[in-house]
């Protein structure tokens, strides 16, 4: 049987966000990728200086998927890095202490 012709068209929907960052679970029963942006809320000292209040994380939109779907989005991605890298070198990635062990996290500012 032969594969069809896929066709590729924008939802009435479509919208363009961006995201500092996305919160991923993974079950036997489907994956969920939550894509969020955290905003820095400052604070006026009463020097005048600026200081972070706090951060608030909106949460934009959730993505639910398969967990065949969510392991071939992940392998996706790491191809896209491991191109990017090629070309550009290695994109650094900050290295955090969590209990006596090195945590990689991202942070977004």
């Known amino acids: 049987m032969p594969i069809p012709r896929i066709e590729t068209k924008k939802a009435d929907n479509y919208r363009v966000i961006h995201s500092t960052g996305a919160l991923g679970v993974l079950n ?25 209040d706090s951060i608030e994380r909106e949460l934009l939109i959730e993505i639910k998927m398969s967990p065949l779907q969510f392991k071939a989005l ?17 994109i650094a990635m900050p290295m955090v202490k969590q209990k006596g062990k090195d945590i990689e996290k991202f942070f977004h500012t």
Do not use: C, H, Q, W
């Open 28 to 52: 036997p029963n489907e994956g969920s990728l939550i894509f969020f942006i955290d905003k820095i809320i400052p604070r006026t000292n009463p020097d005048g200086s600026m200081t972070i």
């Open 74 to 90: 992940a392998y996706y991605m790491m191809n896209r890095v491991k191109e990017f890298e090629s070309k550009f070198g290695e």
